[in-house]
Structure formats: C-alpha cells, structure tokens
C-alpha cells in the first residue's frame, strides 16, 4: 500500500471517528433534555401541590376561625372561581375553581391554572394531582 492510501485510509478512519463522536455528543444532548424536561414537570407538579395544600390549609383555619365565632352554627360554604378570573392566592395565580366547605369541617375543591388541576375529594384525606385538560372539577 502506497503512502497516498494509507493517508485516505488514516483520514476515513478519522472522519469515521469524528462521526461517531457526534453521534454520541447528540444522544447524551437528547437524553440530557429528556430529563430535564421531566424535572421541570414534576418541580411544577409539586409546586401547585404545595399550592392546593395552602388553600386547604387556608379553608380549615377559616372554618375552625368561624366556628368559634359563631358557636357552631355553620352552614356549607362554596366559593367559585370563574374561568375568566385569575385569583392570587399568597403571591401564586390560580386561573379558576370551586371550593367547599361543608359545615362539619370537611373541605372538597377542585383548583387549577393553566397547566395543573387539584382535587379532593370530601371523603379524602389526599389531594390528587392531573394535567389540565380544560376539566377540573370536584370527584363525587
């Protein structure tokens, strides 16, 4: 073999090299991204989590604080949020919703924004975390 092919032959090799390189640098870049997202999913999941235990926290003290007040002669209490209203909840926006607060202590509700929906349940002791699909409402 001549010196002229084995430099064609050493430059093949090299590009081959240098290609496959690539290659690898993209899948690491992809499956990087992947994951990423994913953390950002469920970062944002947990932070309207903590949004939906806030507003449950923020019901119970409400009707533990009225309950005082009016010795125990308390009534369900609904509150609605439209659609088209944008409620700020301690500095957080929640695009709508209902709440209930039944007149025994217990709390269902249903809140949302644009990305995530919370729901419990009266008989619940959990909130239930979904994607926001345009239905967000109270699980009978």
Known sequence: MDYESQM???AKQKKKKQFLGLIFVLLLIGVGAYFIYGWQQNRGEKDFLKIAQEVLNSVEDNYKNDNMLNTGHLEDVIYMFPDSSVVNFNDRM???????????????????????????????????????????????
Not at 116 to 125: D, E, L, M, Y
């Open 8 to 10: 064609t032959l050493v």
């Open 94 to 140: 929640l695009k709508g919703g209902t709440i209930i607060q039944y007149m025994n202590g217990t709390v269902a509700f249903a809140i949302y924004n644009d990305t995530w929906c919370a729901s419990k349940k009266r008989s619940s002791t959990s909130i239930q975390i979904s994607k926001y699909n345009g239905d967000c409402a109270i699980e009978k």
